[in-house]
């Protein structure tokens, strides 16, 4: 356990167990929210990783703001972002970029080698830069023994540091939420607050019992447990999604040590046939159909808009399709540059014979396959 003493967090508490129970616990809570009667989760937005030995806790409260905790045996690796990366903090060069776990150890000065399983683990959590594909982190800590450091404390303010500093501020084994004022006037004692309703005090003891069950192996939920956490008659698909989502790291419900997953329908329900899965496009962004001249047609209409769009004194048509357009070529050879002013873009190029996409998104999303070109293709809009 280590403490430390700082201007805008106060008193902070550092320890490797007690961190890693905390995790579990904000996950147990981010898990079960909606359905179980308590309010106010730590975070709502979870990704875990690995176990209570190795693992990593991710949360996402917006595509530039979030934090990872991840540890092993030898200690904790925290990194938060905030927006400003290592490029705007100049702490990386592009031709230093690598995408991996170099791109964030100037967060990190004086990371013992002990502690690079738990870097390794907690980069792979990381957003992409949208420009160079830096892992975009702005401040870090470290913890190995009775050592500690990194840039939170050299510039707490600065770097996603409120995220960091609620991991020194556990509340009887509790991350806490933040307090809104933690990003923007950032001091102690208003950092995190504990909503500490009455009649959330029987779901929070059931919830610290199972994760100190869980911390000595893997346990499950009593009937008992259950009746006095849930609601009365909680949603079936929400419940399902807790239990998968409890089973990775370790607590299961009675009765359930595997629980299956959702059964695929037999059936097509329109057809009568048998049900054929769509692949994953049609998935997310259901039918899609691609015809090269349509889109061609549709990019060279969007570049035209957008040109055209401002010179409107009576402002008619001010959804444009794209922001900031780039055209190269002609019709029958070129290309369309399509991007938002803030990092996400994606570009088509075509020639007579075929047509390539390219997108990039800005943060943390699988990369997609273009869905807008294929629902505008059929219309040429």
């Known amino acids: 356990?280590?403490?430390?003493?700082?201007?805008?967090?106060?008193?902070?508490?550092?320890?490797?167990?007690?961190?890693?129970?905390?995790?579990?616990?904000?996950?147990?809570?981010?898990?079960?929210?909606?359905?179980?009667?308590?309010?106010?989760?730590a975070y709502d937005l979870t990704v875990w990783r690995g176990n209570v030995e190795r693992g990593a806790l991710f949360h996402l409260r917006s595509w530039v703001d979030y934090v990872v905790v991840a540890w092993t045996e030898a200690g904790i690796v925290?990194?938060?972002?905030?927006?400003?990366?290592?490029?705007?903090?100049?702490?990386?060069?592009?031709?230093?970029v690598t995408g991996g776990p170099d791109d964030v150890r100037w967060a990190l000065p004086g990371l013992?080698?002990?502690?690079?399983?738990?870097?390794?683990?907690?980069?792979?959590?990381?957003?992409?830069?949208?420009?160079h594909g830096e892992r975009d982190v702005g401040g870090g800590f470290w913890l190995h023994g009775d050592r500690m450091g990194g840039r939170f404390f050299e510039d707490p303010e600065n770097c996603g540091g409120h995220w960091l500093a609620a991991w020194g501020l556990?509340?009887?084994?509790?991350?806490?939420?933040?307090?809104c004022e933690a990003s923007s006037h950032p001091r102690p004692g208003k950092v995190v607050v504990n909503h500490a309703r009455p009649q959330d005090a029987p779901a929070h003891a059931i919830m610290d019992a199972v994760v100190d069950r869980r911390l000595k192996g893997p346990t499950e939920f009593t009937p008992a447990e259950l009746e006095t956490l849930l609601y009365p008659a909680p949603d079936p698909k929400r419940?399902?999604?807790?239990?998968?989502?409890?089973?990775?790291?370790?607590?299961?419900?009675?009765?359930?040590p595997e629980i299956p997953k959702e059964p695929k329908p037999t059936i097509d329900p329109f057809t009568g046939g048998p049900y054929v899965e769509p692949d994953y496009l049609t998935q997310c962004f259901g039918p899609v159909r691609f015809n090269r001249?349509?889109?061609?047609?549709?990019?060279?209409?969007?570049y035209v808009e957008n040109i055209l769009a401002p010179l409107d004194p009576l402002a008619r048509h001010v959804l444009t399709a794209c922001v900031v357009p780039k055209w190269t070529g002609d019709l029958q050879r070129g290309a369309f540059f399509?991007?938002?002013?803030?990092?996400?873009?994606d570009v088509v190029a075509w020639t007579e014979a075929a047509l390539r996409h390219a997108d990039r998104p800005r943060r943390l999303a699988t990369c997609q396959l273009g869905p807008r070109w294929a629902r505008t293709a059929p219309t040429g809009v």
């Not at 925290?78 to 230093?96: F, R, V």
């Not at 013992?112 to 420009?131: N, Q």
């Not at 556990?170 to 307090?179: F, K």
């Not at 399509?338 to 873009?345: P, T």
């Open 1 to 41: 356990m280590i403490e430390r003493a700082t201007t805008h967090f106060g008193r902070l508490v550092f320890d490797r167990d007690a961190i890693v129970r905390a995790a579990v616990r904000a996950y147990v809570e981010s898990s079960l929210h909606g359905i179980a009667r308590f309010a106010f989760p």
């Open 112 to 131: 013992p080698e002990e502690l690079e399983p738990a870097l390794v683990l907690a980069t792979s959590l990381l957003g992409v830069g949208c420009d």
């Open 338 to 345: 399509n991007g938002d002013g803030c990092g996400d873009y």
């Open 78 to 96: 925290g990194l938060a972002y905030d927006g400003c990366g290592p490029m705007q903090h100049c702490a990386l060069s592009i031709d230093a």
């Open 170 to 179: 556990l509340h009887n084994g509790r991350l806490l939420p933040l307090c």
């Open 239 to 256: 419940v399902l999604d807790a239990q998968h989502s409890l089973q990775e790291v370790g607590i299961t419900w009675p009765g359930s």
């Open 293 to 302: 001249d349509a889109i061609v047609r549709a990019a060279l209409r969007a």
